[in-house]
């Protein structure tokens, strides 16, 4: 076993308390935005706007529409399904549920109340927006499945390939190959300087193009990148990157993964022809395996939660 697949293993070793609304910094956070009228087109002012969600560790967030009719509930932990309900005395009570709000994403709902009593409901389900018509900026979210399924390496910076246009400078990583290496990040065609979020914490270090920090993804619950329009918090011109880690809930749940290779798994197609022109066979896959674990769960219900991971690696 070499150190370095040693150190690599050790220094992923994640334990997190996580409070509900932990990393609902506003860089990760989600809303809600919208306008509520009535049946004629004029704005309701003064409509309770109520949302829950299993994300929270409160029961509930409040708004209330302003005169022109328009809400916003801000800070909402991302990734999470919510259910906003909108209730005003001599109107039916409207509910939008299974509200899907990705990292950063800002859900515009728009909402005509009809006339009746209040506990009469009116709810509709499967109206999640698709498209964020809030924000300007232009980019990629990589959800859990998007995150684990490709075969790809473990480490977070192999992450950033997978976002429209973003890119990385040296050679392909092939089979983890790249596992310790540092590689500049290239934002449309251009080396500039990266913001690297991870729960809200900038890892990119000094101005390097790159990090020094290595995280394993397999933890993540969610990450966005962003390569343009992005807002004044952003210092720097290259590729945004805001982080998400899986967290705990009232329900138990956990994972346990690992992966075995070496240069046996990998074909090799340069011919003695080709060898005596002076081509070589570069990068090859090295005797690799790694083991993944992870568990969250309740510690007091609707209070406090956990989440705890590991990975252990060896080249």
């Known amino acids: 076993m070499s150190l370095r ?29 919208g306008k509520v009228i009535d049946t004629s087109g004029a704005p309701m002012p003064d409509v309770a706007v109520t949302v829950t969600s299993p994300a929270l560790q409160v029961p509930q967030l409040t708004a209330r529409t302003d005169g022109e009719g328009n809400y916003q509930v801000l800070e909402l932990p991302a990734p999470g399904v919510y259910r906003a309900t909108f209730a005003h005395p001599g109107f039916r009570t409207m509910v939008r549920s299974d509200v899907t709000l990705s990292v ?39 959800q859990q499945l998007e995150i684990n399924l490709p075969p790809r390496g473990i480490n977070l910076q192999e992450l950033l390939p997978m976002a429209a246009g973003v890119s990385m400078a040296g050679k392909p990583d092939v089979g983890d190959s790249n596992m310790l290496n540092r590689s500049s990040i290239i934002t449309y065609h251009v080396l500039l300087q990266p913001t690297l979020n991870f729960e809200g914490i900038n890892i990119a270090t000094s101005h390097d193009l790159d990090t020094g920090v290595y995280f394993q993804s397999y933890s993540l619950a969610e990450v966005q990148f962003t390569t343009s329009g992005n807002n004044a918090d952003v ?16 329900a138990f749940h956990g994972t346990l993964l690992a992966d075995l290779e070496n240069s046996n798994f990998q074909a090799n197609n340069i ?4 060898a005596a022109q002076g081509l070589k066979f570069t990068n090859p ?31």
């Open 104 to 142: 950063g994403f800002a859900a515009r709902m728009d909402v005509t109340m009809e006339v009746g009593t209040v506990d009469q409901t009116v709810e509709v389900t499967g109206a999640t927006p698709v498209i964020d018509t809030v924000n300007t900026s232009g980019g990629t979210n990589l």
């Open 285 to 315: 896959i090295r005797r690799y395996y790694d083991y993944a674990i992870d568990i969250g769960g309740r510690i007091i219900r609707d209070k406090l939660w956990f989440y705890a991971a590991l990975l252990f690696g060896c080249t």
């Open 235 to 250: 210092a720097f011109p290259g590729v945004n990157m805001v982080a998400v880690m899986k967290s705990g809930g009232n």
């Open 5 to 33: 697949g040693y150190a690599f293993g050790f220094l992923l070793g994640v334990i997190l308390l996580t409070p509900g609304n932990v990393h609902a910094q506003s860089a990760a956070a989600a809303r809600i935005t």
């Open 271 to 274: 011919t003695p022809a080709l």
